[in-house]
Nanobody, 125 residues
């Protein structure tokens, strides 16, 4: 399983970014894919997750209404559209495989099972 996140950058508050996750060497359809982030000095935070069939998605409370996760299994890609970015969104973002996505009302995601190199998102105030 190989995953590579890209699309990060330096943006201003209120801006948008779209992160991409490219998967290789495995069939993407079989896996729930999600994003977690880690800011300097902070614990890892699960941000969003999408089921293998894209029939369900989960968002952390901190990003609900601002972030949208999607996937294109044919292209082996998963995306995270991030709108209305805030300085507190600054972190390294990783895409990862998960055994499952949590229910929408859950307050956390399950542990990631594998992930690759992350991409840095910096939101200036």
């Amino acid at each position: 399983v190989q995953l590579q996140a890209s699309g990060g950058g330096l943006v201003q508050t209120g801006s948008s970014l779209r992160l991409s996750c490219a998967a290789s060497q495995f069939t993407l359809d079989y896996y729930a894919i999600g994003w977690f982030r880690q800011a300097a000095g902070n614990e890892r935070e699960g941000v969003s997750c999408i089921s293998g069939s894209a029939s369900s998605a989960y968002y952390a409370e901190s990003v609900k209404g601002r972030f949208t996760i999607s996937r294109d299994n044919a292209k082996r890609k998963v995306y995270l559209q991030m709108n209305s970015l805030k300085p507190e969104d600054t972190a390294v973002y990783y895409c990862a495989t998960y055994t499952a996505c949590p229910d929408r009302d859950s307050d956390s995601m399950y542990p990631a099972t594998s992930w690759g190199q992350g991409t840095l998102v910096t939101v200036s105030s």
